[in-house]
């Protein structure tokens, strides 16, 4: 098993891959200091993002310092598509 907190990059590929299984997109994504991940994805449903960051959490370790969500314009249920500016996500 790879050291997400000695290898950034690591931790970058473990963030992209877990997305991609989890069938979202990535809209952008940088390193963010020592051993963070800023990560921008655009009209997602929040249970997909709900359940990709318990994933991240549970399954690797990967702890979410910070998450700034905004519901878009279309209405009405609890899987409206939500847009994150930008979850940074670090080794925990």
């Known amino acids: 098993m790879v050291d997400l907190r000695a290898d950034s990059r690591a931790l970058m590929g473990l ?5 991609r299984e989890s ?3 990535l809209q952008r994504f940088e390193p963010s200091g020592d051993n963070s991940v800023r990560i921008w994805m655009d009209n997602v449903p929040f249970p997909d993002v709900a359940s990709w960051l318990e994933i991240l959490s549970v399954e690797n370790g ?9 519901k878009t314009a ?18 925990a």
């Open 15 to 19: 963030v992209t891959r877990s997305a």
């Open 62 to 70: 990967v702890l979410i310092d910070q998450a700034a969500l905004e």
């Open 74 to 91: 279309e209405g009405g249920q609890g899987n409206s598509p939500f847009d994150t500016w930008p979850l940074i996500a670090r080794p």
């Open 23 to 25: 069938g979202l997109v």
